[in-house]
């Protein structure tokens, strides 16, 4: 146990004021839990386990949880950033923190931006009276596949690189070991998760998921947007 509650580094020591405790906490509850918690909801809940696909289909349940959580880790990675507006590190390391620390910020207002502009829905399930309704997402435009792939490739990027720079952080504040113990326990369990849950196969197209397997649609002519992305004939 006194191990445990030791700084991780004993020849330095363990202060940090307010500001920048809880910075540390907003950025790791932000990054470390409700963006990856969003992103396997994203990629592994596109249908509910008690729905009857592809009877029913446009599950609404991980696009409402996705968006919600990832605003609320954005609004906390707003406020960590106004803790530290002004400070400043004079070392290599503290450097580096800060640098990424940034892009990671950059990274999260593009994914919020994108998601803004990534067009419209139509298919089916927007029928007028001359039918169904055409939209980037249902014809899978330019506007929609440029938006997926930027999205999927740049969530999993931010999140990876944010992991690294949260141990750098930590570091820098020569945190206790516990915190590198339970947060390397935490990203191992996600990880594992996540191995888990791809699988089992859980990992549905969304246009699939949306519209259903029927190849003649505009969507399923294309080979599905993501690494490990399936889908189903029935």
């Not at 990675?77 to 892009?103: E, K, M, P, Y």
């Not at 910020?105 to 169904?132: D, H, M, N, Y």
């Not at 440029?146 to 949260?166: C, D, M, P, R, V």
């Amino acid at each position: 146990m006194e191990w445990l509650f030791a700084a991780i580094d004993p020849s330095r020591a363990h202060s940090v004021t307010d500001a920048v405790a809880w910075h540390g906490r907003l950025m790791v509850a932000a990054w470390g839990f409700l963006f990856p918690i969003g992103i396997l909801i994203a990629r592994f809940m596109k249908t509910t386990p008690k729905q009857n696909w592809p009877e029913k289909l446009d599950s609404q349940v991980w696009w409402h949880s996705h968006w919600i959580i990832q605003t609320c880790g954005a609004v906390l990675v707003l406020i960590a950033v106004w803790l530290i507006w002004s400070s400043s590190g004079d070392t290599l390391a503290a450097w580096i923190h800060r640098t990424v620390g940034w892009a990671l910020v950059a990274f999260c207002a593009t994914q919020l931006l994108a998601g803004w502009l990534r067009g419209s829905k139509g298919g089916p399930t927007e029928v007028s009276v001359t039918g169904i309704v055409h939209g980037d997402h249902y014809d899978m435009t330019p506007r929609r596949l440029a938006f997926e792939y930027l999205h999927k490739f740049l969530g999993y990027f931010a999140i990876f690189l944010a992991w690294s720079t949260a141990f750098l952080g930590m570091w820098l504040a020569n945190g206790p070991v516990w915190m590198f113990v339970v947060l390397g326990g935490w990203f191992l369990f996600l990880i594992g998760l996540f191995a888990f849950m791809q699988r089992k196969g859980l990992a549905l197209d969304t246009y699939q998921a949306i519209w259903g397997p029927d190849p003649d649609l505009p969507g399923n002519r294309r080979k599905p947007i993501g690494v490990g992305i399936r889908r189903r004939t029935q």
